[in-house]
């Protein structure tokens, strides 16, 4: 009994400079997201999301995005929506039945603008729609250091952050939809402004936690945080469960 103790509580101290570790490691946590077709863009692209406190490191690539509009490079408005299901929506989503899931409709699974990813200058929701700001073309390669506020900043670790990037090629839409205006905007047709690209964002696995390899699966759930202490603390109960049996072996 006197020998088990000894063991103990030396893992209990190892447990606690582990759990600081993870912590820290957290400040640097990676969200990525792969970004897939909406409404029959065509374009697919990648989102990454590296956290240092507040701050936010962004990458986003996509290609094969409608290229002109009006003769000018097509404005891709983008952003990190949040606050509804951390996810993107399935084409059940088209309520209105027209072909089309407008941004709207896609509410429910995505949320609201969380963060602009604009090029420059504003990055707050009521940047969204501002075209000026917005990458432009067929593809980009966009890279932004941006301050995150609270709300975007909860929901990313709640798994409910997800990028979505608008403006589709008209020609693809159904006639009826080409036809109808934007549901954000009225002076633009509905095509400029529906969603073209979605991805949810997940924590990627910290460097430091090789212990929990495979048992990764409920990280986009549960949060980097949480998920990070009960990693820790499933790996000091294993190695708990390990000195016992080693010790009933013994006697
Ligand atoms: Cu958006």
Known sequence: MRKALHILVPLAAAAV????????????TSYQATLDPLNHSGGS????????GNTADIDVSWSGLASTFGGNPYP?????????QGTCPTPAADTNGDGVISTTEGGPAYGGIGT???????????????????????????????????KTLASLKSGTGVVVVHGLDPATLSKQAQN????????????????ALCGALTAMPAGGVAAGAGTTAGIEDAGLLAAGGGLVAGAAGLALYAVRRRQAAEA
Do not use: F
């Not at 400079?17 to 640097?28: F, I, K, Q, Y």
């Not at 109808?180 to 969603?195: G, R």
């Open 180 to 195: 109808e205006k934007s549901d954000l905007v009225k002076s633009l047709p509905l095509a400029a402004t529906s969603p």
């Open 76 to 84: 891709h408005v983008q952003h990190i929506h949040i606050g509804g």
């Open 17 to 28: 400079p582990l759990a600081m570790a993870t912590a820290a490691h957290a400040e640097g």
């Open 45 to 52: 692209g990648m989102a990454t999301v590296t956290l240092t």
């Open 116 to 150: 602009t990813l604009s090029v420059k200058g504003d990055t707050s929701p009521a940047a969204g729609t501002n075209i000026k700001i917005a990458p432009s073309g067929d593809s980009t390669d966009y890279h932004r250091t941006i301050t995150l506020d609270d």
